[in-house]
């Protein structure tokens, strides 16, 4: 079903969303696609991936999100990044969590997945967050409200 799924999907761009392949560099083979959509001019987009799982481990999915929030961040300057998963998806949570995302809130019991109640989790990422994680990168856009350090 999400091999169908994944062929079936076709580049976009569009002004407040946008999917993009995800190719493997070593063989050329497309692995999934990642994409934002809602996006807020400014302020948030909310992300996405599918990673097809025989490309799971590799690596591609974490560097796929990093140019994602690269270009978020870097090009269309945004505040916050979200994405939604849920509470038995680990893999999801882990690799959110390897570029800064923190659980900024839970709706509990909103899925029922293999005879279980689940929670579904949103998770975000600040300018801020991902600014001080990456040293090599310097924010070059002033925030659209004082922070506390610029408060006098």
């Excluded at 949570?93 to 659980?103: D, N, Q, W």
Aim: aromatic share 10%; glycine share 8%.
């Amino acid at each position: 079903m999400h091999v169908k799924r994944l062929d079936a999907m076709e580049f976009s761009y569009e002004r407040d969303s946008a999917r993009f392949s995800v190719v493997e560099k070593a063989t050329d083979a497309l692995a999934g696609f990642i994409s934002y959509t809602h996006l807020e001019p400014r302020m948030s987009t909310t992300i996405g991936i599918t990673i097809a799982k025989p490309f799971w481990g590799r690596g591609i999915a974490l560097d796929a999100q990093e140019v994602l929030l690269g270009f978020l961040f870097e090009e269309l300057g945004v505040r916050a990044v979200h994405l939604w998963t849920h509470s038995a998806n680990p893999r999801a949570m882990g690799l959110a969590e390897k570029s800064g995302f923190r659980v900024t809130g839970r709706v509990r019991e909103a899925m029922y997945k293999n005879g279980k109640l689940i929670d579904t989790l949103v998770m975000a990422l600040l300018r801020e967050e991902y600014y001080r994680a990456h040293d090599g990168l310097t924010d070059r856009l002033p925030s659209p409200v004082p922070l506390p350090s610029d408060r006098s």
